[in-house]
Protein backbone atom coordinates (compact mmCIF):
# COMPACT_ATOMS: atom_id res chain seq x y z
CA UNK A 1 0.00 0.00 0.00
CA UNK A 2 0.64 3.69 -1.04
CA UNK A 3 1.63 6.36 1.87
CA UNK A 4 -1.27 8.87 1.58
CA UNK A 5 -2.18 11.68 3.91
CA UNK A 6 -5.93 12.37 4.06
CA UNK A 7 -7.39 15.38 5.30
CA UNK A 8 -11.54 16.07 5.44
CA UNK A 9 -11.68 19.05 7.34
CA UNK A 10 -15.46 19.98 5.78
CA UNK A 11 -19.06 18.73 7.76
CA UNK A 12 -21.17 16.88 5.37
CA UNK A 13 -24.81 17.53 6.69
CA UNK A 14 -26.75 15.08 4.62
CA UNK A 15 -31.36 15.06 4.47
CA UNK A 16 -34.20 16.53 3.84
CA UNK A 17 -34.89 20.04 5.28
CA UNK A 18 -31.73 20.69 6.52
CA UNK A 19 -31.19 24.34 5.53
CA UNK A 20 -32.35 26.15 8.55
CA UNK A 21 -29.20 24.18 10.82
CA UNK A 22 -27.21 27.33 8.46
CA UNK A 23 -28.33 29.85 11.62
CA UNK A 24 -26.62 27.57 13.89
CA UNK A 25 -23.24 26.45 11.55
CA UNK A 26 -22.26 29.64 10.46
CA UNK A 27 -22.40 30.91 14.44
CA UNK A 28 -19.07 32.57 15.14
CA UNK A 29 -18.10 33.27 11.61
CA UNK A 30 -19.45 36.47 11.69
CA UNK A 31 -22.36 38.47 10.39
CA UNK A 32 -21.07 39.65 7.27
CA UNK A 33 -22.16 37.13 4.22
CA UNK A 34 -21.87 36.64 0.49
CA UNK A 35 -24.82 34.76 -0.88
CA UNK A 36 -23.26 33.29 -4.33
CA UNK A 37 -25.45 31.60 -6.70
CA UNK A 38 -25.68 30.62 -10.52
CA UNK A 39 -28.35 31.82 -13.39
CA UNK A 40 -31.44 31.22 -11.73
CA UNK A 41 -32.76 27.87 -10.70
CA UNK A 42 -31.92 28.82 -7.05
CA UNK A 43 -34.12 31.75 -7.51
CA UNK A 44 -36.79 30.67 -9.16
CA UNK A 45 -36.75 27.68 -6.91
CA UNK A 46 -37.25 29.65 -3.41
CA UNK A 47 -34.09 28.17 -2.22
CA UNK A 48 -32.13 31.87 -2.31
CA UNK A 49 -34.63 32.81 -0.20
CA UNK A 50 -34.93 29.77 2.26
CA UNK A 51 -31.19 29.98 2.89
CA UNK A 52 -31.13 33.92 3.27
CA UNK A 53 -34.32 33.22 6.12
CA UNK A 54 -32.23 30.82 7.58
CA UNK A 55 -29.38 33.69 7.90
CA UNK A 56 -31.93 36.35 9.20
CA UNK A 57 -29.97 38.90 11.48
CA UNK A 58 -26.96 38.93 9.08
CA UNK A 59 -26.10 41.29 6.25
CA UNK A 60 -26.35 39.73 3.46
CA UNK A 61 -24.47 40.67 -0.09
CA UNK A 62 -25.20 39.12 -2.97
CA UNK A 63 -23.42 37.76 -6.17
CA UNK A 64 -25.95 35.92 -8.58
CA UNK A 65 -25.20 35.18 -12.61
CA UNK A 66 -22.36 31.96 -11.76
CA UNK A 67 -22.32 30.46 -15.11
CA UNK A 68 -21.25 26.86 -15.60
CA UNK A 69 -17.93 26.55 -15.96
CA UNK A 70 -17.01 29.57 -13.92
CA UNK A 71 -14.96 32.51 -15.04
CA UNK A 72 -12.05 34.45 -13.40
CA UNK A 73 -14.64 37.88 -13.84
CA UNK A 74 -17.02 36.23 -11.80
CA UNK A 75 -14.15 35.49 -9.02
CA UNK A 76 -13.23 39.22 -9.35
CA UNK A 77 -16.72 40.20 -8.91
CA UNK A 78 -17.14 38.57 -5.81
CA UNK A 79 -13.53 39.39 -3.82
CA UNK A 80 -14.36 43.05 -4.61
CA UNK A 81 -18.12 42.99 -3.11
CA UNK A 82 -16.22 40.93 0.16
CA UNK A 83 -13.71 43.33 0.56
CA UNK A 84 -16.14 46.18 0.06
CA UNK A 85 -18.74 44.45 2.13
CA UNK A 86 -16.24 43.27 4.61
CA UNK A 87 -17.51 39.74 4.19
CA UNK A 88 -16.76 37.08 6.77
CA UNK A 89 -18.40 34.18 5.22
CA UNK A 90 -19.68 32.73 2.10
CA UNK A 91 -22.52 30.91 1.31
CA UNK A 92 -22.32 29.17 -1.93
CA UNK A 93 -25.96 27.55 -3.10
CA UNK A 94 -25.28 25.77 -6.23
CA UNK A 95 -23.62 22.99 -8.17
CA UNK A 96 -20.02 22.77 -9.00
CA UNK A 97 -19.86 26.19 -10.60
CA UNK A 98 -21.10 28.20 -8.13
CA UNK A 99 -19.25 26.51 -5.72
CA UNK A 100 -15.60 26.34 -7.08
CA UNK A 101 -16.67 30.19 -8.05
CA UNK A 102 -17.17 30.17 -4.10
CA UNK A 103 -13.77 28.65 -3.50
CA UNK A 104 -11.83 30.86 -5.81
CA UNK A 105 -13.70 34.08 -4.42
CA UNK A 106 -12.73 33.22 -0.68
CA UNK A 107 -9.26 32.56 -1.67
CA UNK A 108 -9.18 36.39 -3.32
CA UNK A 109 -11.26 38.06 -0.89
CA UNK A 110 -8.09 38.03 1.52
CA UNK A 111 -5.26 38.35 -0.67
CA UNK A 112 -3.12 41.29 -2.45
CA UNK A 113 -2.89 38.53 -5.16
CA UNK A 114 -4.77 39.05 -8.54
CA UNK A 115 -7.57 36.51 -8.96
CA UNK A 116 -6.19 34.39 -11.69
CA UNK A 117 -2.63 34.33 -10.52
CA UNK A 118 -4.20 32.33 -7.19
CA UNK A 119 -5.52 30.37 -9.69
CA UNK A 120 -2.03 29.89 -10.92
CA UNK A 121 -0.47 29.23 -7.90
CA UNK A 122 -2.21 27.78 -5.15
CA UNK A 123 0.24 27.53 -3.38
CA UNK A 124 0.34 30.73 -2.30
CA UNK A 125 -2.84 30.78 -0.76
CA UNK A 126 -2.25 31.25 2.73
CA UNK A 127 -6.17 32.22 4.45
CA UNK A 128 -9.40 32.36 2.77
CA UNK A 129 -12.89 32.98 3.96
CA UNK A 130 -15.09 30.50 5.61
CA UNK A 131 -17.10 28.90 3.00
CA UNK A 132 -20.41 27.24 3.48
CA UNK A 133 -22.15 25.55 0.89
CA UNK A 134 -25.97 24.49 -0.61
CA UNK A 135 -25.52 21.14 -2.85
CA UNK A 136 -27.86 21.52 -5.89
CA UNK A 137 -26.38 19.11 -8.35
CA UNK A 138 -24.71 15.59 -7.71
CA UNK A 139 -21.33 15.93 -9.48
CA UNK A 140 -18.24 17.44 -9.09
CA UNK A 141 -18.04 16.06 -5.08
CA UNK A 142 -16.81 19.92 -4.50
CA UNK A 143 -18.87 20.22 -1.20
CA UNK A 144 -16.40 18.01 0.33
CA UNK A 145 -13.34 18.81 -1.34
CA UNK A 146 -10.52 21.54 -1.39
CA UNK A 147 -10.26 22.31 -5.05
CA UNK A 148 -11.68 24.59 -7.51
CA UNK A 149 -11.88 24.86 -11.56
CA UNK A 150 -12.48 28.08 -12.74
CA UNK A 151 -12.07 29.35 -16.50
CA UNK A 152 -10.43 32.55 -18.62
CA UNK A 153 -11.85 33.30 -21.82
CA UNK A 154 -9.10 35.57 -22.45
CA UNK A 155 -6.88 33.34 -22.74
CA UNK A 156 -8.81 29.92 -23.35
CA UNK A 157 -7.56 28.23 -20.23
CA UNK A 158 -9.54 26.29 -17.86
CA UNK A 159 -7.28 25.66 -14.76
CA UNK A 160 -7.86 23.63 -11.38
CA UNK A 161 -6.62 24.71 -7.90
CA UNK A 162 -6.49 23.02 -5.04
CA UNK A 163 -5.41 24.08 -1.46
CA UNK A 164 -6.72 22.58 2.09
CA UNK A 165 -7.86 26.36 3.02
CA UNK A 166 -10.64 25.94 0.00
CA UNK A 167 -12.71 23.53 2.01
CA UNK A 168 -15.77 24.23 2.54
CA UNK A 169 -16.08 23.99 6.50
CA UNK A 170 -19.71 23.01 6.59
CA UNK A 171 -22.07 21.71 3.08
CA UNK A 172 -26.10 21.14 3.17
CA UNK A 173 -26.78 18.52 0.74
CA UNK A 174 -30.19 17.44 0.52
CA UNK A 175 -31.39 15.68 -2.29
CA UNK A 176 -34.71 16.48 -2.45
CA UNK A 177 -32.57 19.77 -4.14
CA UNK A 178 -31.48 18.17 -6.98
CA UNK A 179 -35.23 17.16 -8.08
CA UNK A 180 -35.42 19.92 -10.34
CA UNK A 181 -31.39 19.60 -12.15
CA UNK A 182 -32.78 18.71 -15.55
CA UNK A 183 -32.25 15.39 -17.22
CA UNK A 184 -28.98 16.42 -19.23
CA UNK A 185 -27.48 17.76 -16.22
CA UNK A 186 -28.59 14.69 -14.14
CA UNK A 187 -26.62 12.68 -16.58
CA UNK A 188 -23.85 15.01 -16.81
CA UNK A 189 -23.50 14.53 -13.15
CA UNK A 190 -23.46 10.78 -13.21
CA UNK A 191 -20.75 11.04 -15.99
CA UNK A 192 -18.89 13.24 -13.74
CA UNK A 193 -19.31 11.05 -10.46
CA UNK A 194 -18.51 7.73 -13.01
CA UNK A 195 -15.51 9.43 -14.47
CA UNK A 196 -13.76 10.48 -10.92
CA UNK A 197 -14.15 7.00 -10.17
CA UNK A 198 -12.32 5.61 -13.25
CA UNK A 199 -9.83 8.21 -12.81
CA UNK A 200 -8.77 6.74 -9.71
CA UNK A 201 -9.63 3.65 -9.88
CA UNK A 202 -8.09 2.38 -13.37
CA UNK A 203 -4.71 2.10 -12.20
CA UNK A 204 -1.82 -1.07 -12.28
CA UNK A 205 -2.29 -1.05 -8.74
CA UNK A 206 -5.12 -1.77 -6.93
CA UNK A 207 -6.00 -1.77 -3.55
CA UNK A 208 -8.83 -3.99 -1.84
CA UNK A 209 -10.51 -1.15 0.12
CA UNK A 210 -10.56 2.18 -2.20
CA UNK A 211 -11.18 -1.14 -5.49
CA UNK A 212 -14.39 -1.79 -3.26
CA UNK A 213 -15.31 2.04 -2.40
CA UNK A 214 -14.99 2.93 -6.62
CA UNK A 215 -16.53 -0.41 -7.50
CA UNK A 216 -19.73 0.49 -5.38
CA UNK A 217 -19.56 4.00 -6.64
CA UNK A 218 -19.88 2.65 -10.47
CA UNK A 219 -22.67 0.46 -9.24
CA UNK A 220 -24.50 2.77 -7.92
CA UNK A 221 -24.60 4.95 -10.32
CA UNK A 222 -25.42 2.28 -12.92
CA UNK A 223 -28.45 1.01 -11.17
CA UNK A 224 -29.36 4.82 -9.77
CA UNK A 225 -28.44 7.22 -12.32
CA UNK A 226 -30.81 5.62 -15.13
CA UNK A 227 -33.79 5.87 -12.27
CA UNK A 228 -33.08 9.62 -11.58
CA UNK A 229 -33.39 10.67 -14.93
CA UNK A 230 -36.39 9.31 -15.75
CA UNK A 231 -38.03 10.08 -12.31
CA UNK A 232 -36.63 13.42 -11.46
CA UNK A 233 -38.30 13.13 -8.19
CA UNK A 234 -36.99 9.52 -6.80
CA UNK A 235 -35.52 10.82 -3.59
CA UNK A 236 -34.17 7.39 -3.24
CA UNK A 237 -32.20 7.90 -6.76
CA UNK A 238 -31.06 11.61 -6.22
CA UNK A 239 -30.27 10.14 -2.24
CA UNK A 240 -27.90 7.73 -3.78
CA UNK A 241 -26.52 9.84 -6.69
CA UNK A 242 -25.77 12.76 -4.23
CA UNK A 243 -23.85 10.82 -1.89
CA UNK A 244 -21.80 8.46 -4.81
CA UNK A 245 -20.52 12.27 -5.74
CA UNK A 246 -19.77 13.63 -2.48
CA UNK A 247 -16.33 11.14 -2.45
CA UNK A 248 -15.15 12.06 -5.66
CA UNK A 249 -12.25 14.41 -5.74
CA UNK A 250 -11.39 13.97 -1.86
CA UNK A 251 -9.23 11.38 -2.02
CA UNK A 252 -11.32 8.87 -0.31
CA UNK A 253 -11.04 7.12 -3.90
CA UNK A 254 -7.58 6.97 -4.32
CA UNK A 255 -6.61 5.64 -0.57
CA UNK A 256 -3.36 3.50 -1.10
CA UNK A 257 -2.86 3.45 -4.45
CA UNK A 258 -0.48 5.15 -6.85
CA UNK A 259 -1.62 8.51 -7.54
CA UNK A 260 -3.13 8.39 -11.27
CA UNK A 261 -3.05 11.65 -13.42
CA UNK A 262 -6.83 12.19 -13.81
CA UNK A 263 -6.28 11.78 -17.95
CA UNK A 264 -9.96 12.42 -18.92
CA UNK A 265 -10.34 15.44 -16.51
CA UNK A 266 -6.96 16.82 -18.15
CA UNK A 267 -8.23 16.52 -21.63
CA UNK A 268 -11.78 17.19 -20.89
CA UNK A 269 -10.37 20.88 -19.20
CA UNK A 270 -9.13 21.34 -22.69
CA UNK A 271 -12.09 20.55 -24.26
CA UNK A 272 -14.32 23.09 -22.01
CA UNK A 273 -11.66 25.34 -22.58
CA UNK A 274 -11.92 25.72 -25.79
CA UNK A 275 -15.76 25.25 -26.11
CA UNK A 276 -17.45 25.93 -23.04
CA UNK A 277 -18.97 22.34 -22.99
CA UNK A 278 -20.38 20.49 -20.13
CA UNK A 279 -17.90 19.34 -18.30
CA UNK A 280 -20.12 15.51 -17.61
CA UNK A 281 -20.78 15.47 -21.26
CA UNK A 282 -16.93 15.85 -22.50
CA UNK A 283 -16.17 13.12 -20.07
CA UNK A 284 -18.91 10.92 -21.09
CA UNK A 285 -17.37 11.57 -24.36
CA UNK A 286 -13.99 10.71 -23.96
CA UNK A 287 -14.22 8.20 -21.37
CA UNK A 288 -14.20 4.78 -23.78
CA UNK A 289 -12.19 6.29 -25.81
CA UNK A 290 -9.98 6.95 -23.32
CA UNK A 291 -10.44 3.52 -21.99
CA UNK A 292 -9.75 1.76 -25.76
CA UNK A 293 -6.56 3.37 -26.01
CA UNK A 294 -5.52 2.22 -22.86
CA UNK A 295 -6.51 -1.31 -22.82
CA UNK A 296 -3.14 -3.07 -23.40
CA UNK A 297 -1.95 -6.27 -22.32
CA UNK A 298 -0.15 -4.75 -18.87
CA UNK A 299 -3.66 -3.55 -18.38
CA UNK A 300 -5.87 -6.07 -19.23
CA UNK A 301 -6.42 -7.09 -15.76
CA UNK A 302 -7.86 -4.39 -14.42
CA UNK A 303 -10.59 -4.23 -17.34
CA UNK A 304 -11.32 -7.68 -16.43
CA UNK A 305 -12.03 -6.68 -13.15
CA UNK A 306 -14.23 -3.52 -13.64
CA UNK A 307 -16.13 -5.67 -15.73
CA UNK A 308 -16.53 -8.50 -13.95
CA UNK A 309 -17.06 -6.32 -10.66
CA UNK A 310 -19.12 -3.55 -12.00
CA UNK A 311 -21.13 -5.23 -14.65
CA UNK A 312 -21.33 -9.34 -13.64
CA UNK A 313 -19.08 -10.50 -16.95
CA UNK A 314 -18.27 -13.74 -16.60
CA UNK A 315 -14.80 -14.04 -15.15
CA UNK A 316 -13.89 -17.03 -16.69
CA UNK A 317 -14.73 -15.74 -20.17
CA UNK A 318 -11.58 -14.42 -22.23
CA UNK A 319 -10.21 -11.76 -20.86
CA UNK A 320 -9.98 -9.95 -23.70
CA UNK A 321 -13.57 -9.90 -24.54
CA UNK A 322 -14.57 -9.42 -21.11
CA UNK A 323 -12.15 -6.12 -21.29
CA UNK A 324 -13.83 -5.12 -24.56
CA UNK A 325 -17.27 -5.86 -23.48
CA UNK A 326 -16.65 -3.79 -19.78
CA UNK A 327 -15.59 -0.64 -22.48
CA UNK A 328 -18.69 -0.93 -24.74
CA UNK A 329 -21.10 -1.27 -22.22
CA UNK A 330 -19.71 2.01 -20.48
CA UNK A 331 -20.46 3.49 -24.10
CA UNK A 332 -23.92 2.27 -24.15
CA UNK A 333 -24.62 3.29 -20.52
CA UNK A 334 -23.81 6.78 -21.22
CA UNK A 335 -25.71 6.55 -23.98
CA UNK A 336 -28.69 5.25 -22.31
CA UNK A 337 -29.15 7.78 -20.21
CA UNK A 338 -29.25 10.84 -23.11
CA UNK A 339 -25.84 11.72 -23.26
CA UNK A 340 -23.74 12.27 -26.67
CA UNK A 341 -21.17 9.84 -27.95
CA UNK A 342 -19.30 12.41 -30.11
CA UNK A 343 -17.78 15.61 -29.54
CA UNK A 344 -19.09 16.69 -33.00
CA UNK A 345 -22.36 16.73 -31.48
CA UNK A 346 -21.13 19.60 -28.97
CA UNK A 347 -20.17 21.34 -31.79
CA UNK A 348 -16.56 20.88 -31.07
CA UNK A 349 -14.34 20.79 -34.76
CA UNK A 350 -10.61 19.75 -34.43
CA UNK A 351 -9.36 23.35 -35.03
CA UNK A 352 -8.01 22.95 -31.61
CA UNK A 353 -6.72 19.68 -30.79
CA UNK A 354 -3.52 20.78 -31.59
CA UNK A 355 -3.12 23.60 -28.87
CA UNK A 356 -5.29 21.52 -26.30
CA UNK A 357 -2.63 18.57 -26.97
CA UNK A 358 0.09 21.01 -25.88
CA UNK A 359 -1.77 22.75 -23.50
CA UNK A 360 -2.57 19.69 -21.19
CA UNK A 361 0.99 18.60 -21.26
CA UNK A 362 2.39 21.65 -20.27
CA UNK A 363 -0.59 22.12 -17.39
CA UNK A 364 -1.53 19.21 -16.12
CA UNK A 365 -0.12 16.56 -14.54
CA UNK A 366 2.59 13.79 -16.96
CA UNK A 367 0.34 11.65 -18.50
CA UNK A 368 3.18 9.57 -18.66
CA UNK A 369 1.70 8.10 -15.22
CA UNK A 370 -1.44 6.88 -16.43
CA UNK A 371 -2.81 3.35 -16.67
CA UNK A 372 -1.13 3.35 -20.38
CA UNK A 373 1.10 6.50 -20.54
CA UNK A 374 -0.28 9.34 -23.02
CA UNK A 375 1.89 11.94 -24.55
CA UNK A 376 1.27 14.18 -26.85
CA UNK A 377 0.38 11.85 -29.84
CA UNK A 378 -2.33 9.76 -27.48
CA UNK A 379 -3.94 13.19 -26.63
CA UNK A 380 -4.48 13.50 -30.33
CA UNK A 381 -5.59 9.84 -30.72
CA UNK A 382 -8.21 9.83 -28.10
CA UNK A 383 -9.23 13.57 -29.12
CA UNK A 384 -9.49 12.53 -32.83
CA UNK A 385 -11.31 9.04 -31.69
CA UNK A 386 -14.06 11.05 -29.87
CA UNK A 387 -14.96 13.59 -32.31
O1 LIG B 1 -26.75 28.28 -13.00
P1 LIG B 1 -27.79 27.53 -12.25
O2 LIG B 1 -29.08 28.23 -12.21
O3 LIG B 1 -27.31 27.06 -10.92
O4 LIG B 1 -28.13 26.21 -13.17
C1 LIG B 1 -27.27 25.10 -13.21
C2 LIG B 1 -26.49 24.96 -14.50
O5 LIG B 1 -27.23 25.44 -15.58
C3 LIG B 1 -28.11 23.85 -13.24
N1 LIG B 1 -28.55 23.45 -11.90
C4 LIG B 1 -27.80 23.22 -10.81
N2 LIG B 1 -28.57 22.82 -9.79
C5 LIG B 1 -29.84 22.82 -10.25
C6 LIG B 1 -29.84 23.23 -11.59
N3 LIG B 1 -30.96 23.35 -12.33
C7 LIG B 1 -32.12 23.05 -11.73
N4 LIG B 1 -32.20 22.62 -10.44
C8 LIG B 1 -31.10 22.51 -9.68
N5 LIG B 1 -31.20 22.03 -8.42
O6 LIG B 1 -27.27 22.86 -13.77
C9 LIG B 1 -26.34 23.46 -14.66
C10 LIG B 1 -24.95 22.95 -14.37
O7 LIG B 1 -24.53 23.42 -13.10
P2 LIG B 1 -22.99 23.36 -12.69
O8 LIG B 1 -22.84 23.89 -11.31
O9 LIG B 1 -22.16 23.97 -13.76
O10 LIG B 1 -22.71 21.78 -12.74
P3 LIG B 1 -21.67 20.88 -11.98
O11 LIG B 1 -22.04 20.68 -10.57
O12 LIG B 1 -21.49 19.70 -12.80
O13 LIG B 1 -20.30 21.75 -11.97
C11 LIG B 1 -19.47 21.77 -13.10
C12 LIG B 1 -18.20 22.56 -12.82
O14 LIG B 1 -17.43 21.97 -11.77
C13 LIG B 1 -16.08 21.70 -12.24
C14 LIG B 1 -16.32 21.47 -13.72
O15 LIG B 1 -15.14 21.56 -14.47
C15 LIG B 1 -17.30 22.58 -14.06
O16 LIG B 1 -16.67 23.82 -14.17
N6 LIG B 1 -15.48 20.60 -11.48
C16 LIG B 1 -15.17 20.82 -10.19
C17 LIG B 1 -14.51 19.89 -9.42
C18 LIG B 1 -14.13 20.13 -8.01
N7 LIG B 1 -14.31 21.31 -7.48
O17 LIG B 1 -13.64 19.25 -7.33
C19 LIG B 1 -14.09 18.59 -9.97
C20 LIG B 1 -14.82 18.24 -11.23
O18 LIG B 1 -14.10 17.23 -11.88
C21 LIG B 1 -15.07 19.39 -12.15
O19 LIG B 1 -13.92 19.69 -12.94
ZN1 LIG C 1 -15.16 15.99 -12.93
Known amino acids: MQPFSLYLPTRLVYGKDRIEELDGLTRGYGTRVLLVAGTGSARKSGLVDRVKAALAGRD ?14 SVRAGAALCK ?16 DCSKAIAAAAVSDEEAWEL ?22 GSEYDNSAVISNTATSEKLGMANDRLAPVASICDPSLTFSVPAYHTA ?29 ILRTCIEYGPKAVAEPDNEEARSALMLASSFGCNGMLALGRTPSPWPCHGIEHEISA ?33 GVRVWGLDPEGDPMTVAKTAIDKTAEFFASIGLPSRLSETGVTDEHFEAMAEHVETCWWSLQGALRPIDRAGVLEILRASL
Open 274 to 306: FHDITHGVGLAIITPHWMRYSLTETTLARFVQY
Open 188 to 216: AGIADIMSHTFEQYMVLEGNPVSDGFCET
Open 60 to 73: IVELEGVVPNPRID
Open 119 to 140: VRHPDRIEKALPLFTVLTLAAT
Open 84 to 99: EHNVDFIVAVGGGSVI
